[in-house]
């Protein structure tokens, strides 16, 4: 069975025992964490979101992801900079899929 959650302004499809890698959710690992917002299950669609039906995980990992150089440069002047950004995320494994 999978479903299709939403979760940091994405849409993901997850399985039971799936890793996935969603924006940073408040927890340590180890903790137990539940979406709510699933938009559908198999062969239902929600409108917009289904009720009675949520995903259970567990977070595996708190962690940043690779670094990112942004250049920005202006035409016809001098100024040049150079940025750079690490983006937070939280790995969690799926265990249930749960329709009441």
């Known amino acids: 069975m999978f479903a ?4 940091g302004g994405k849409q993901l499809i997850v399985k039971a025992g799936d890793v996935i890698y969603v924006e940073k959710i408040a927890g340590v690992e180890g903790d137990d964490v ?3 917002k ?8 929600g409108t917009p979101y ?4 949520s995903v259970l995980g567990t977070i595996e990992k708190q962690g ?3 670094k990112i150089v942004v ?4 035409a016809k002047s001098t ?3 150079k940025l750079g950004h ?3 995320y939280t790995r969690v494994k799926i265990s249930e899929i749960k329709v009441k």
Do not use: G, S
């Open 4 to 7: 299709i959650i939403e979760t």
């Open 34 to 36: 539940v979406f709510d």
């Open 38 to 45: 699933v938009l559908a299950i198999e062969d239902k669609i």
């Open 50 to 53: 289904l009720e009675k039906t």
């Open 64 to 66: 940043k992801a690779k």
């Open 71 to 74: 250049y920005r440069h202006n």
């Open 79 to 81: 100024h040049k900079r």
């Open 86 to 88: 690490r983006q937070p």
